[in-house]
């Protein structure tokens, strides 16, 4: 039997409209936040925060970004919030274009191809890069809120390890789709040659 021939491939392509309907209505939101974030940081209050003394407050505080906006952000770190956030955005529009793409790869029928494995690497690759960032970047300001002077809070390392832990586990549940992915098409390739 054919693998892209399975009876569930009607319900797949059932449920990847729905999910179409999703993807799209979030890059919107996101395209949003993309204009709006940077309007919102070049409006806030001029003040002497830079951004080491951003990074290690924000990492102790709950609402960390809002409630410091009130304090007044030095210039550079206006100029570096913006370029950060419009490439935090960019890339996370980039993760949904290839994964509307890959929906709609699934939406056709054409779940084991190579276009839809193409589609999730690109999404899976983009997305462990901003992991990572992000990763580095919260370890750096949980270090500097142990260095900074005159700073009262520290960072903790257990919540830092439970994100983490968190990402990992979606990492890793991310993957396992992408390798049975590459094994369905590998799969419906051999169905096809031994026809």
């Not at 939101?29 to 951003?54: K, N, Q």
């Amino acid at each position: 039997m054919q693998v892209q021939k399975h009876a569930r491939i009607s319900n797949i392509r059932k449920l990847s409209r729905y999910f179409l309907f999703l993807t799209i209505l979030t890059m919107i939101i996101v395209a949003i936040g993309a204009i709006a974030l940077p309007v919102i940081v070049m409006m806030a209050p001029a003040g002497d925060l830079t951004v080491m003394a951003y990074l290690a407050k924000a990492v102790t505080i709950e609402d960390g970004f809002f409630s410091l906006l009130r304090e007044g952000l030095s210039t550079e770190l206006k100029v570096i919030a913006v370029l950060a956030s419009l490439f935090f955005f960019g890339m996370i529009e980039l993760v949904m274009v290839h994964i509307k793409q890959l929906l709609t790869c699934f939406h056709e029928g054409e779940i084991f191809n190579k276009k839809a494995v193409f589609h999730a690497k690109r999404a899976f690759n983009i997305n462990l890069i901003l992991v990572g960032i992000m990763f580095v970047v919260e370890l750096m300001a949980i270090a500097l809120s142990y260095v900074y002077p005159g700073h009262e809070a520290t960072g903790s390392f257990a919540h830092f390890f439970g994100k983490s832990f968190d990402q990992l586990i979606w990492l890793g549940a991310c993957l396992l789709l992408l390798w049975s992915l590459e094994i369905g098409v590998d799969l419906n390739e051999e169905a096809e040659l031994t026809i």
